[in-house]
């Protein structure tokens, strides 16, 4: 089946080791509407349909935290959660306007390892701006981040704003 150059671009944003099955589903979506040719209205269908993903209107704010992996053995993330949900301190600059958490995982541990490739994926679901949690940021009963400016530059290099801090 031919797709157009907007649909195959999409494509290849898929992990290569599901990206023949999905393209496989997504054909096969598009011959039951009777369609010849895999467009971005397909594509879009689809992408609703198997992974529950709707384009977002622009006017929402797509947030991920990352937080340390240490201390997440220890902490279940409430504070960062509730000042997100409550748009409370570093959340604070989002108050009045749409936002949605569409992250929230560790950095995998030093060296932060974890973090490129998951906010590359997180990217395809139109990721603007990073939280470093607070817990990244402090001395005290943790030890401080010996990788957060890494951590961070990383992130901006790809093109996404980093806020430092959520609830501390």
Known sequence: MKWNEDAEKELEKIPFFVRKMAKKAIEEMAKKEGKDVVDMEIYRKAKEKYLGITEKKEDTINIAVVRCNIVSETCPGVGCLKAFNDKRVHFERY?????????????????????????????????????????????????KCPFKELIKKDIENQGIEVVEGTHH
């Open 95 to 143: 108050k009045g306007k749409k936002i949605e958490l569409i992250g929230f995982f560790t950095c995998g541990g030093c060296s932060g390892r974890r973090v490129h490739r998951l906010i590359e994926t997180l990217k395809n679901y139109d990721l603007h701006v990073v939280h470093l949690a607070s817990c990244m940021l402090f001395e005290g009963d943790y030890p």
